[in-house]
């Protein structure tokens, strides 16, 4: 079955440092990828996506994701964490013959000033 | 930037009461889903629809739960006879199609009580 892995339950970086978040995915074929940002008591905003073709992604607030397909990844980067970064992170996958998105558990980003 | 509208965003039912919850998508989008997110848990998928018709439903979304899309703009989500279980973030979605993404509202929460 397919399935999301996030393997940090929460990080906590200082403000200023670089940041990276794990997404490890199951499935068969290339998945639809996508990283979500929801703040506390929000919804869920798209940071950025994954379909094909160039494999270092840019999104929205200076993220960016690397899906290396032969580690099954999909990790976010972010080179300089703002304290407004401070929120929960989710990786999702869409698998192609099926309209719905898997989620993983989601990593909890704390930043100190 | 088009929006993904849910009201109310915060409500409070008795166990056994129906509730709907109500969701504007974005206007120019053919599918639609609900997603539901228990409090410190995995965000779920619960149902898709498109064209006037659940596209797709998980196990959580029995007999209790349906969805429709009575006048070409709401998409409504009803419990039927809630239970303390079903409190929870629920999250309207809406897209143009697998590979434009997903707009996610801001979420409904449900208290059962």
């Known amino acids: 079955a397919q399935s999301v892995t996030q393997p940090d339950i929460h990080i906590t970086v200082s403000e200023g440092a670089s940041l990276e978040l794990r997404c490890n995915y199951s499935y068969g074929a290339t998945p639809y990828l996508f990283w979500y940002v929801q703040s506390p008591g929000q919804g869920l905003q798209l940071l950025l996506k994954y379909f094909s073709g160039d494999t270092l992604v840019q999104g929205i607030k200076g993220f960016e994701a690397e899906f290396k397909r032969s580690q099954s990844s999909f990790n976010l980067r972010k080179p300089s964490v703002h304290w407004s970064d401070a929120a929960e992170y989710f990786c999702?996958?869409?698998?192609?013959?099926?309209?719905?998105?898997?989620f993983g558990t989601g990593t909890r980003l704390q930043v100190f000033p | 930037e088009p929006e993904v509208t849910q009201t109310p965003s915060h409500q409070v039912t008795q166990m056994g009461q129906e509730v709907i919850l109500r969701c504007v998508p974005i206007?120019?989008?053919?599918?639609f889903y609900w997603y539901r997110q228990i409090l410190g848990q995995k965000v779920e998928f619960l149902v898709s629809f498109y064209n006037n018709e659940i596209s797709e439903k998980s196990e959580i979304f029995d007999d209790q739960f349906s969805v429709e899309r009575p006048d070409g703009s709401n998409f409504t989500l009803k419990i039927r006879s809630t239970k303390l279980e079903d409190s929870a973030m629920y999250f309207c979605?809406?897209?143009?199609?697998?590979?434009?993404?997903?707009?996610f509202g801001s979420g409904t929460r449900l208290t059962v009580v």
């Open positions: 979605a809406s897209s143009a199609g697998s590979n434009y993404g997903y707009t």
């Open positions: 206007s120019n989008h053919l599918y």
């Open positions: 999702a996958v869409g698998p192609y013959n099926t309209d719905k998105l898997i």
